[in-house]
């Protein structure tokens, strides 16, 4: 269904403004893609669960800052540093929803509101131009002719998704206790372990979103991850991963995030009001969310 709509957007757009094929329009979608591909992917395993994370947009706009603040003096070292503290952030909030038992929704709600404040404070509310040449290159350097780095790491990353949803015991459990908790914990699973990795992995992949992000802009601003919040979640459900849990993969996330990305472009070119895309992107959610309810036999989010 999704590819039949990402088909008839790219006709559409294409009739509607000639500059939307051109390659220079194509690599752009490319670049914003890649992106938020690497978020949606750690937000899919979330998502499989029937769980829910509202903090990656923050832990992105944070991890990005921090890379422009270390940039000068480490360098591309200043990458794994912000994937670490994405790390952490997702480590707390799998703690905290496991052990405290307090809603997916309103802990990285929570921990998305902290982290707004903490990159007002880390930046003093100014942009930060990324200063070293090494960073900057990771994402706009192309190692592969017409191929961005962006691009290439995040199909790598893709690749390993895929396995580890396909082929390991925690991508199986994730779509396990989406489907039934109780009964995954009945056969076995570690539920609470599983939750937490999956929590971490949507940090650490959500840090490294922003990362890459601040290096494809060549700087970074306070809301410049605010984005994928909303964004992941739309090409996670739109692709066709249940709201739910227990239905779906990363494979059908790349679809989401090709489609969400190349609506998001169209709607530029064509110059809609900003009013106007909003809109537009609540209702393909809305429709999203209502198809693939209907098909998961529909659960509470947790």
Do not use: H
């Amino acid at each position: 269904m999704t590819i039949v709509g990402f088909t008839i957007a790219c006709v559409a757009f294409g009739v509607a403004a000639p500059s939307f094929l051109t390659i220079a329009n194509m690599r752009a979608i490319e670049l914003s893609s890649s992106v938020l591909l690497i978020a949606s992917i750690g937000a899919t395993f979330v998502i499989l669960m029937g769980s829910i994370d509202l903090s990656i947009g923050a832990i992105a706009s944070f991890c990005g800052m921090l890379v422009a603040r270390m940039a000068p003096d480490l360098g591309l070292w200043s990458i794994p540093v912000a994937c670490f503290v994405g790390l952490v952030f997702g480590l707390i909030n799998g703690l905290v929803y496991v052990y405290l038992r307090i809603p997916s929704i309103l802990v990285t709600l929570g921990t998305a509101t902290t982290l707004s404040g903490a990159v007002l404070f880390i930046s003093d509310g100014r942009s930060l131009t990324v200063s070293s040449p090494a960073v900057i290159d990771l994402a706009q350097a192309a190692l592969i002719n017409l191929v961005p780095n962006a691009v290439l790491i995040s199909m790598m990353i893709f690749v390993v998704a895929m396995f580890v949803g396909d082929r390991t015991r925690f991508g199986r459990m994730t779509l396990a206790i989406g489907s039934d908790e109780q009964t995954a914990a009945l056969i076995g699973v570690r539920v609470n372990t599983i939750k937490i990795q999956a929590f971490a992995l949507s940090g650490v992949l959500a840090g490294f979103a922003g990362a890459l992000l601040a290096a494809r802009l060549g700087s970074a601003t306070v809301t410049m991850g605010g984005y994928m919040t909303l964004d992941t979640i739309t090409a996670v459900v739109v692709g066709g991963t249940a709201i739910t849990g227990g239905m779906g993969n990363v494979r059908l996330t790349v679809i989401g995030v090709l489609f969400i990305t190349t609506l998001s472009n169209g709607m530029n070119i064509l110059a809609l009001p900003p009013y106007l895309q909003t809109i537009i992107q609540g209702i393909v959610i809305l429709l999203a969310v209502l198809l693939n309810t209907k098909r998961a036999g529909a659960e509470d989010v947790k």
